[in-house]
């Protein structure tokens, strides 16, 4: 212990410092290796869940007795390592979670005095939650909401109305539903729907943006597909009759009909030798004069006949429905380099014409315009274009002009930069300071060589 102490105090001011905060660092790093190591890990549950789903897989686990913790603002599940696949065998086992939707396990606590009107609104919220739940394992949907109508029979056939069914969809970030996807939810739905059809079903998209149903929107961008397929169509003729390197401007415009039609056609057919039809049963009756007045059997010489035929016809009944989305009218504009000649732009548009399928009787319309290239402005450089003949130091010089006070401020700066390096310079080589005993045996050193005679 004397040691110690002696050790101690022939320590400087310095090295007690440095020792103290060693001897810190390593308390610190021993408590921080032992909790790290007795610590209980952690892994991942669920992810990415709705509240709604968080706060029902929480309460199945406080259930269960296994702790958890939540990360990602709520959207993670978290327990402990060990306990990760266990827990989850036991909630799926369990139903959970249910994705905010309930199915067909609502019947299956259902008691036996329940009316056939609850009995019916049991039957649609399971077959909506169903459905939801197989709409939301698509990959590029978060989350599905499904509304039915079902169809309610009624005494007569006349009076039975059809089922409809909306679907709302919340979409990954930056995802979207291609055409066909869309296609496959109404079909879906529709063939979980007794008397649903495709058409009935309505899908709605982020932000209310309705994806199926032939809105104005979706006549919009079908209209502008079209366009952009034939104007591609055309650009590749082009560039191939007049090069690659040829300048020109081509115009589509494309008109959709997207009304619905459909037409009944009823005409007999023209049947026998004369074309009035078969004939299928003559009868005729004869009518005799009535006896005279004085009572004598004898008849009037006159008579009248009748007869009356009846025909079979044949008849040829045609529906055809015309399918929204037709093309009504097309119509071109192109504008050509002006050398190229007239017989080239007659063939150009025959060819482009025909590409396109342009039908006059539609009136369809294309125009071919030779219109020479507009001149090109020069552009004037600035007066910085007269300095090219400078040395680049001038150049340099010119374009680099700082501040009036700004050499002051650098100076001063570098001042500063040097007293502070200068300061730390002294104290790194100041010399140490030596303890009491060590001061006390130098001091008597220099005594003894001071009082030693000299040698001859």
Known sequence: MEFLRSLWGSWSHGRRLAFGIGLLLIVVLAAGLTWWSTRTRYGVLFTELKQVDAAEIAGALDGLQVPHRFADDGATVLVPEESVYDARMKLVAQGVPHGG???FEVFKDSDFGVTEFAQRVNYQRALQGELERTIATIPDVQAARVHLTLRRAGMFESQDSPSKASVSLALQPG?????????????????????????????????????????????????????????????????????ESASFAVSVNVQLNYDRI??????????????????????????????????????????????????A?????????????????????????????????????????????????????????????????????PPVASQRGARPAEMVAASSKLPPGAPWAMAGLLG??????GVGMARLRSPKRLPAAERERLLQDVRRWIDAPERP
């Open 101 to 103: 939707s309930v199915g």
């Open 175 to 243: 995802r979207s539903l291609a055409p066909k996807q869309v296609t496959g939810i109404q079909r879906l739905v529709a063939s979980a729907v007794d008397g649903l059809s495709p058409d009935a079903v309505t899908v709605l998209g982020q932000g209310g943006a309705i994806l199926s149903g032939g809105t104005a929107g979706d006549s919009g961008e079908e209209q502008a597909r079209v366009e952009t397929r034939l104007r591609q169509r055309v650009e590749a003729l082009l560039r191939e009759a007049l090069g």
């Open 262 to 311: 459909k037409q009944v056609k009823d005409t007999l057919l023209a049947q026998g030798k004369d074309g009035n039809g078969l004939l299928v049963r003559q009868k005729t009756s004869n009518t005799h004069g009535a006896p005279g007045p004085e009572g004598d059997t004898a008849r009037a010489a006159s008579s009248a006949g009748e007869s009356e035929l009846e025909y």
């Open 313 to 381: 016809h044949g008849r040829q009944q045609e529906e055809i429905e015309v399918a929204p989305g037709q093309v009504q009218r097309i119509s071109l504009g192109i504008m050509l380099p002006s050398s190229v000649d007239e017989v080239t732009s007659a063939k150009l548009a025959s060819v482009i014409g025909a590409a396109v399928g342009l039908d006059a009787q539609r009136g369809d319309r294309l125009d071919i315009a030779a219109v020479a290239a507009a001149p090109k402005t020069a552009i004037v450089l």
């Open 416 to 421: 500063l930069l040097c007293f502070g390096t």
